[in-house]
């Protein structure tokens, strides 16, 4: 959305608001961060948080890094 000089930047959101392209109802997902997929573990996946199994290629936060901690189905998974 841009404003072009001398434009009414009210008329100018409004335009924009009342178009299918605004769409409200999509502000929460796209804004939102990955969480770690372990149940019950409510960690926000950031990039110093991050850690990908090796095994099973799941990216889970760094008190569930070990193979036990996220339920790794381990290499023999991937590999069949």
């Given at each position: 959305m841009s404003i072009i000089a001398g434009e009414d930047p009210n008329l100018v959101f409004e335009r924009h608001?009342?178009?299918?392209?605004?769409?409200?109802?999509?502000?929460?997902?796209v804004k939102q961060k990955k969480k770690c997929p372990v149940q019950g573990c409510?960690?926000?996946?950031?990039?110093?948080?991050?850690y990908t199994c090796k095994a099973c290629c799941q990216a889970v936060c760094l008190k569930h890094r070990l193979?036990?901690?996220?339920?790794?189905?381990g290499k023999s998974v991937l590999e069949k």
């Amino acid at each position: 959305m841009s404003i072009i000089a001398g434009e009414d930047p009210n008329l100018v959101f409004e335009r924009h608001y009342s178009s299918t392209d605004c769409d409200p109802a999509n502000y929460a997902r796209v804004k939102q961060k990955k969480k770690c997929p372990v149940q019950g573990c409510r960690e926000k996946l950031t990039t110093i948080n991050t850690y990908t199994c090796k095994a099973c290629c799941q990216a889970v936060c760094l008190k569930h890094r070990l193979e036990g901690d996220h339920k790794c189905p381990g290499k023999s998974v991937l590999e069949k």
